[in-house]
């Protein structure tokens, strides 16, 4: 799927994600710092309708929230993270293989970790108002 957006368009954007991705779980988000990741996935939550985010003790990476039909889903920012071993103390595995959708941003930091099969999705800038996707399933060779 290749699609250029702009703002408004997020909603649609987000809904057509869903439905042609609809088994995945993992979802990578690529793309420099300030190009829409975050909003993205934000507009991405409020589509699969996201009422409750939990706080949780490691905030900075992982954000976990809950949807109006009780389902589970997480938030995860690596920016910061300095060492993979800080990946591992927030039990990481644990959610990648928990069944829930993962929301990956900066996955770069963590390829260790990654499940063998993932939707990867890149966004790069056109100009200030519009953004330009791809999205692929992608399965990793080992
Ligand atoms: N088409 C667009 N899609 C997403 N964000 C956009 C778009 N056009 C402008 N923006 C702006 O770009 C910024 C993206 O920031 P953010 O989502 O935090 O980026 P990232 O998480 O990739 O660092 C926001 O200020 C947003 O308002
Ligand atoms: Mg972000």
Same mark, same amino acid.
């Given at each position: 799927?290749?699609? @250029?957006? @702009?703002?408004?368009? #997020? $909603?649609?954007?987000? !809904?057509? #994600? %869903?439905?042609?991705?609809?088994? $995945?779980? *993992?979802? %990578?988000?690529? !793309?420099?710092?300030?190009?829409? =990741? @975050?909003?993205? +996935? =934000?507009? *991405? ?9 939990? @706080?949780?003790?490691? /905030?900075? *990476? ?9 389902? &589970? #889903?997480?938030? /995860? ?7 993979q071993?800080?990946?591992?103390? +927030?039990? *990481? $595995? ?9 929301? +990956? &941003?900066?996955p770069e930091v963590i390829t260790d970790f990654l499940?063998? =099969?993932?939707? &990867?999705?890149? +966004? =790069? ?7 330009? #996707?791809?999205?692929? /399933?992608?399965?990793?060779? %080992?």
């Open positions: 799927m290749e699609v @250029t957006y @702009t703002e408004p368009e #997020l $909603e649609k954007l987000s !809904g057509q #994600l %869903l439905d042609n991705f609809v088994e $995945e779980k *993992i979802w %990578l988000f690529m !793309g420099e710092m300030g190009v829409g =990741k @975050t909003t993205l +996935i =934000k507009s *991405i939550c409020s589509c699969l309708g996201v009422i409750d985010e939990m @706080t949780s003790p490691t /905030f900075s *990476i992982v954000n976990e929230y809950v949807t109006e039909a009780h389902e &589970e #889903l997480y938030h /995860f920012d690596f920016y910061r993270m300095e060492d071993n800080e990946a591992i103390n +927030i039990g *990481i $595995e644990d959610y990648f293989f928990s069944g829930h959708r993962c929301f +990956i &941003e900066w499940p063998d =099969k993932y939707l &990867e999705i890149s +966004i =790069k800038l056109v100009d200030v108002n519009t953004r330009h #996707l791809t999205a692929a /399933f992608n399965e990793r060779n %080992l």
